[in-house]
């Protein structure tokens, strides 16, 4: 790479050849289509969706998150940070759209998302204040939550899928471990920007594996035309306690929004993101939900792991990055792509997504860190993580309670937060505390 292109693609606004934003562009086309696929695979096979109407949603996960990446770095000042942002399907809302899916319907799910987007688009304007009124304690504990959410059902995938009727053979635990074994051997071969490919390449050794097993079915393969467009899924209904319940979810993934705007320009472009990159971003990610509710696929996120993929290269150009937008609209239009994707099989699917999850959850331990571990913060980690992730590990544990509160509390990133902000604003702060105790222990009555 020679100084000119290296000093434009280091370059926030600088309009880049098309030769300079290949390489980069696919990269973060790549990484971002691992890992936008795979909430709506679990959540489709969770549901038991039929095969034809799957190929088409997973065909519109692709193109949904080319608009939403669009948006965010290319679009206008007030829709999108224009910044080197990634978008893609947002495990926050896994468990929470799962259960409304199952208990309810697919289409209630759909009324949720749309409804809940709009509302959550006025919430935006206040994105700052919001930003404000939560601590990065609980910002921290959230992006644990994402990553810990459904580490129960990829787990059970490891074995196959609890609606596999070969769950537990040591088939699907012979390739789930292959994938995983696969992806550390990548991370310890490879150096530099590659190694972003790790997931990638454990997904397709991982796959392999299972065609050489014999667990890959081929009878469920789907004929496909060579180019089909992605179509609306205008299928609505609506439910009050359901629309409560993503609404607050849309409210909590908007402050990992602000989370990672603000991650990329202090670890990238050494400054604060201004109020107009945060209500832009904010408004990206909600329009872009909304869009993806008429498609009939989950709400997207900014992603964290195209950050750090920003933040490895060097590569801030938000042309560079956002002509990603276009590959990924090529894998919308061809639907041979959802085809392929649809016959990897759930334990292929597990050995994944624990690494993801894993790099997630690890993110939120770091967060957390740098809040440090007072006696405060280390009640109020305790308290939420134990009861957060508890309360989803139990099966019916909320039955009797009304569906609202079992959807709510049934999802670690819900439940967390709730848990977390009740406690930060009950207990004292660090300043108040010698005095608390001194209260309590009646050192102060006279």
């Given at each position: 790479m020679n100084q000119k292109t290296t000093n434009t693609l280091q370059s926030l606004d600088a309009k880049p050849t098309i030769k300079q934003t290949i390489v980069p562009s696919i990269l973060h086309a790549v990484t971002c289509a691992v890992s936008t696929i795979?909430?709506?695979?679990?959540?489709?096979?969770?549901?038991?969706?039929?095969?034809?109407?799957?190929?088409?949603?997973?065909?519109?996960?692709?193109?949904?998150s080319a608009i939403g990446i669009f948006l965010q770095t290319l679009a206008f000042k007030k829709l999108g940070a224009r910044l080197p942002l990634v978008m893609g399907c947002n495990f926050a809302f896994l468990v929470t759209l799962t259960s409304i899916a199952t208990a309810k319907s697919y289409e209630v799910m759909l009324g949720s998302i749309l409804i809940g987007g709009v509302v959550s688009t006025f919430f935006g304007f206040f994105a700052k204040y919001l930003n404000r009124l939560i601590s990065p304690l609980t910002k921290g504990l959230i992006v644990f939550a994402v990553g810990a959410s459904i580490l129960t059902s990829a787990t059970a995938n490891f074995a196959g899928g609890l609606a596999n009727l070969t769950f537990g053979e040591a088939p699907h635990f012979i390739v789930a471990i292959i994938t995983v074994i696969s992806i550390i051997l990548f991370e310890i071969a490879f150096k530099g920007n590659i190694r972003n490919l790790s997931i990638l390449f454990g997904m397709i050794v991982g796959f392999i594996a299972a065609i050489c097993i014999g667990i890959v079915d081929f009878n469920s393969f789907i004929t496909p035309n060579i180019i089909s467009l992605p179509k609306p899924y205008i299928h609505f209904e609506f439910d009050l306690e359901s629309i409560i319940t993503v609404t607050l979810v849309y409210l909590i993934a908007?402050?990992?929004?602000?989370?990672?705007?603000?991650?990329?320009?202090?670890?990238?472009?050494?400054?604060?993101?201004?109020?107009?990159?945060?209500?832009?971003?904010?408004?990206?990610?909600?329009?872009?939900?909304?869009?993806?509710?008429?498609?009939?696929?989950?709400?997207?996120?900014?992603?964290?792991?195209?950050?750090?993929?920003?933040?490895?290269?060097?590569?801030?150009?938000?042309?560079?990055?956002?002509?990603?937008?276009?590959?990924?609209?090529?894998?919308?239009?061809?639907?041979?792509?959802?085809?392929i994707i649809m016959l990897i099989p759930d334990a292929v699917l597990a050995g994944s997504t624990l690494a993801l999850l894993g790099s997630i959850t690890i993110a939120g331990i770091s967060l957390i860190s740098k809040s440090g571990f007072s006696e405060r913060n280390i009640t109020i980690c305790s308290i939420s993580i134990t009861l957060g992730v508890g309360l989803s590990i139990v099966p019916n544990i909320l039955s009797k309670a009304p569906f609202i509160v079992q959807t709510l509390f049934t999802s670690p990133v819900s439940s967390i937060f709730i848990i977390s902000t009740i406690l930060e604003i009950l207990l004292p702060k660090e300043e108040n505390n010698s005095k608390f105790k001194k209260l309590l222990y009646g050192e102060l009555i006279k």
């Open positions: 795979m909430p709506v695979i679990i959540l489709l096979n969770s549901i038991g969706m039929e095969e034809a109407l799957k190929q088409d949603l997973i065909q519109n996960v692709f193109f949904v908007t402050t990992e929004v602000i989370g990672n705007t603000n991650a990329l320009t202090n670890d990238v472009l050494d400054r604060d993101a201004t109020n107009e990159e945060i209500n832009g971003g904010v408004a990206a990610v909600n329009l872009s939900s909304i869009i993806a509710g008429f498609f009939g696929v989950m709400p997207l996120a900014v992603y964290a792991q195209n950050i750090a993929l920003v933040k490895k290269t060097k590569i801030v150009n938000r042309y560079a990055v956002g002509f990603s937008s276009l590959f990924l609209l090529l894998f919308s239009l061809f639907p041979v792509v959802s085809s």
